[in-house]
């Protein structure tokens, strides 16, 4: 038996390269009219997306989701977007973001029994020289990955 609805629709790739991800938190998303249809079919993006807690409550910003191409109403794409966290969850997200230099980053949207998460990060940003060494880490284990293939052929 398969659930219904689990399957992953945006991610943010940038995220990961760009950020020191320190923790991880699944949280809803309110969505209105057809941005859930338009987010089904793939059409929203996270590429500048971040959240930030405001009074008492977890906002998401930038996150572009295009207008169905069906529906009558129209919204604004760029709209912020309210995301439904427990109360101790948005306390210890407000508490981590305080310090300096740490944000919230949205890294996927996909659905869960029908409705739609947001995956959100706790994250500092990585310097200039942690992503050049990443890269060149990542670069050294697929040429030792190659190698060992070459081998085994």
Known sequence: MSRRGDQLVITNRRARHDYHLLDTYECGIVLEGAEVKSIRNGRANLQDAYARVEGGEVW?????VS??????????PLRRRKLLLHRAEIARIERATAEKGVTLVPLRVYFRDGRAKVEIAVARGKARYDKRHALAERDARREAERALKGERD
């Not at 998401?60 to 572009?64: A, E, I």
């Not at 207008?67 to 604004?76: I, K």
């Open 60 to 64: 998401l910003y930038g996150m572009h």
């Open 67 to 76: 207008p169905y191409e069906f529906s009558r109403g129209t919204l604004d």
